[in-house]
């Protein structure tokens, strides 16, 4: 009788998952999130019995019994899962989970200029299938401006599950409307007070390097050292008014958008993404102009990808000129994206405040000079006491061990050294023991050498118990922070064995690969490893968290 009573309660837990839609989704700032909301919340309007699920906190033992599943999930990194998904993800591709049963459909969010487009969803897509579950609609892969693809995706789920869900409450559609509650867009975002803007970098540098404070006061925004702030920047008007001259368009022309008309000329600066194109675009932008040099440009995947990874809108249009009308124009157009900044302040010491370094993008190509948007907002287009539309990425890749006695390396060239600022001030309020050591790396000591002050004020103190810099071009035979490490393997093998975090933040194209290296050499050097044994070692710091890089 009791083991009766037991097999009734197991198939009754049971019939919830045949009966149940699970909503799953992996989101770093909250895009994937917001559809999955929509999701569940559309479900329960439609009566549907249904579970909305993070992948950060899901159990993944119970991916095996679910049969009816939703899965939103965003690409970060290069073609890597947001980090509040990286558990879940690893563990679907590991034996962990052995088979599935689910009636499934993914949704991958992502940016088409990325190479790994959609990576995460593609992943996910593809595992669940191998794994014996039954994708009710082929993947659907959504670009930055993803609202419109993510809602279509929904409805179109709805349909694929109407027939496998049984309907079990009422259905109840009353204060139900169909829209994305959040995600990352410029209306949400905080309006924050411009308190102080200085160059870094001397009048006589090649670069520029700004120190931007922005006011927190009432914002409700709470960050710690490690996270980013996403700044909503606009495009220059002169850009714009180039561009519309290229086109042979009227600045006044009206753009109609949810019944309210806009001047085309404000949508540009504000609405679209102009200095940043993508093979997506330049495709979109050939169906329409019809142009023969560009037909041939799409026949050549690297030659797109390079044209794509160099050019901007304007160029597209003064290379490839062609008949376009307003609206087509602005349907090739990707939707103008946050840009993110390393939060280079603690809270524990700027209190309502929250500090940034940026790099003033000025590119010089052939006899234009190219700007980057948000980095040419911040520097030309904004005053003390202008106001500045930013999110907050709470969870960044960088976080000090809890731990104050554990020791820190700090790796970093550049812009890199922001969120280092920021650890340090926070390091130096919580009076922490641990070893600090920062290497850095810039171009010279005289023009280039950010905070320095600061940094010099840390040393004599003891909140830095170690400041390496370099400066490539204070001589002759150019150095770098690679050349740093390797000079000093011992030191930092001494450091790794006494448990020390190794972080890392610059470019990703280069600070980010000649330190991979160079780790790998001294490894091999002082470890006694081989070229195989060095890199296990390296992936099991990495996987433990004891080396941890934010590159861009
Ligand atoms: C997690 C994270 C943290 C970041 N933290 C910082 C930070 O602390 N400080 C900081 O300055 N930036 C940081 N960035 C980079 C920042 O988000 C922007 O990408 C950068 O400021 C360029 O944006 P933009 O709008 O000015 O230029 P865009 O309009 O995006 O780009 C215009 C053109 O410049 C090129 N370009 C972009 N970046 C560079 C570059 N560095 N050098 C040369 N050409 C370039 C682009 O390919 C494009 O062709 C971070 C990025 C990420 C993902
Ligand atoms: C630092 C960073 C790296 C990214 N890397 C990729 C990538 O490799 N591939 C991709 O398709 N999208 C990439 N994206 C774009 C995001 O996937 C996209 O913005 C998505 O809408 C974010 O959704 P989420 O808010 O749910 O995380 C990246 C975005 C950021 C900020």
Known sequence: MALLILDKLKRKEMDKYKDTLYVLYGSRTGNAKAVAVLAHEYAKSLGYATVLGDMQDFDYGELQYIENLLITVSTHGEGEPPVQAERFYEQVHSTAVSSVKAKYAVLGLGDSSYRYFCQTGEDLDKRLATLGGQSVMGLVKCDIDFEETAKEWVRDAFVAFKGILPVVNKVDSAGFTFELKSGNNPNSAYRAELLEKKMLTTADSSKKVLHVSLSLKNS???????????????????????????????????????????????????????????PLVIRKYAALVQHKALDRLLDNEAQLEAYAAEGDVLDLVLDFPGQI???????????????????????????????????????????????????????????????????????????????????????????????FRAFLQERSARQAKGNAWLIFGERNSKSDFLYQEELLAYKSSGVLSELSTVFSRDQDQKRYVS???????????????????????????????????????????????????????????KANKQYQEEVY
């Open 220 to 278: 409700g925004i709470e960050y710690i050292p490690g996270d980013a702030i996403g700044v909503y920047g606009t495009n220059s008007r002169a850009f714009v008014d180039e561009l519309l001259q290229a086109l042979k368009f009227d600045k006044a022309y009206p753009v109609k958008v949810n019944e309210e008309t806009h001047l085309l000329k404000n949508r540009l600066i504000h609405e679209y993404e102009l200095t940043l194109i993508t």
């Open 325 to 419: 009308s307003v609206e087509d124009f602005l349907s090739v157009l990707r939707k103008l994206n946050q840009r993110l900044y390393s939060v280079a302040s603690s809270r524990a010491a700027v209190g309502d405040r929250a500090d940034i370094t940026v790099k003033v993008i000025e590119n010089n190509h052939g006899e234009r000079s190219r700007n980057g948007v948000c980095s040419s907002f911040l520097w030309n287009r904004l005053d003390v006491g202008d106001k500045v539309p930013i999110t907050l990425e709470t969870i960044a890749k960088l976080r000090l061990p809890e731990d104050d006695n554990v020791p820190v390396v700090m790796i970093s060239a550049g812009t890199g050294i922001a969120p």
């Open 483 to 541: 050349h740093v490490i390797e000079e000093n393997g011992a030191a930092l093998i001494e450091q790794l064995e006494k448990g020390a975090v190794i972080y890392v933040c610059g470019s990703k194209d280069t600070l980010a690969v000649t330190v991979r290296q160079s780790l790998l050499r001294i490894f091999a050097k002082y470890l006694k490893k081989d070229a195989e044994q060095a890199l296990a070692y390296f992936e099991a710091l």
